[in-house]
């Protein structure tokens, strides 16, 4: 519902009749007080409170809450990174909307006065890349699956992402983003940034790795302590595959696109963990001929308990694969 300010109900050229006249010192004080009370409600409820936090030598974290899209976090589910080189700030994703892009760029700058050089988007799911439209003067890279499928489906994800967390996205739009710089790995300010593409979240999955400090952005290659969402996984046997080769290499914590960052290695064994569970409670109940809805009702191992949304998560994987499971199964 468009919001309405106090000042605009109010008729222009007022004049006060005599009763007015008492009490209009008081009502104007109060009007007053009203458009104070209304624009600060205005300014906190579309305020993100993005803080960043230091997690690396020059490595900062923007860390999302573990819910799925609502009118009170206005997407704000995901985790952004930047690192700020000796030449400027590489930003890993740029959020859900226009909004959380300029608040982002205003909470980077009071980090450093070092101007943001390059963007990131490490996929195209729209709590990634739609705070781009704040970094439109700034070179965008992706891969080009990515960039396709912005082009593609990008209007459609922004409109549904409005029905899901509502006024947040106003004025958001889709800034496709260019190609990755030509060099791999990127020597830049000080850092070795390489880029690596996998494919088992949609099909274009783009991963850094600062070979300087030993920081990975996994992007939503690996969600950790929140259940993983599955609408364009090319399948569950390749995304764990491509795991393993994430396993193997040489980095120190890792920054998983949702959830709390990871320092000791488990991040990707619970991954790999829950992909193998749903790879075969599927298969298993694809060859026993259950039907979607008993699927959902299947009960979840417990050990995934302490995973934020693995009830809602499973639903929502059951829907998207089970019908390849029975089509496998016949
Ligand atoms: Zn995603």
């Known amino acids: 519902m468009p919001l ?65 899209f609502s009118t009170t976090n206005g997407g704000n589910i995901v985790n952004v990174a930047f690192i700020v080189t000796d030449a ?10 226009l909004r959380f892009g300029q608040q982002l760029r205003h909470a980077i700058a009071r980090i450093t006065d070092k101007p943001v050089v390059l963007v990131i988007n490490s996929h195209a799911h729209p709590d990634h890349f739609l705070g781009n439209q704040a970094f439109a003067d700034v070179s ?8 396709t499928q912005i082009t593609q489906n990008g209007d459609s ?10 006024d947040w996205m106003r004025g958001t739009e889709v800034v496709v983003p260019a190609e990755l710089p030509p060099d791999n790995p990127l020597i830049l300010g000080g850092h070795r940034l390489r880029f690596l593409a996998f494919e088992g979240h ?38 764990r595959a491509e795991l393993d080769q994430l396993a193997q290499l040489d980095y120190r914590l890792l920054i998983p696109g949702h959830g709390p960052l990871d320092d000791t290695r488990q991040a990707i064994n619970q991954m790999q963990d829950y992909l193998a569970w749903l790879d075969a409670t599927l298969s298993r109940a694809a060859r026993q001929g259950l039907t979607m809805t008993q699927v959902m009702a299947l009960p979840i191992d417990p050990r995934f308990d302490a995973i934020s949304l693995t009830r809602y998560e499973f639903s929502r994987s059951v829907a998207h694969l089970y019908p390849g499971y029975e089509e496998a199964a016949f």
Do not use: K
């Open 88 to 97: 400027g700030v590489v930003l890993f994703d740029t959020g859900p909307s």
């Open 202 to 239: 949609t099909g274009a999955d783009l991963v850094m790795l600062d070979e300087t400090t030993g920081v990975l952005f996994a992007g939503d290659l690996v969600f950790y302590q929140r259940a993983l969402t599955t609408p364009q996984t090319p399948g569950l046997a390749h995304w």
């Open 140 to 147: 965008i890279g992706a891969l080009s699956g990515t960039t």
């Open 4 to 68: 309405v300010s106090v000042r605009s109900v109010l008729p222009p050229g007022l004049r006060l009749n005599a009763v007015a006249r008492v009490f209009g010192c008081l009502g104007l004080l109060a009007v007053g007080l009203l458009c104070v009370l209304s624009q600060s409600a205005v300014a906190g409820r579309f305020d993100y409170e993005l803080r960043p936090r230091q997690v690396a030598p020059d490595t900062w974290l923007v860390e999302g809450r573990r819910e799925s």
């Open 157 to 166: 994800f922004a409109t549904s992402l409005y029905g899901l967390t509502g």
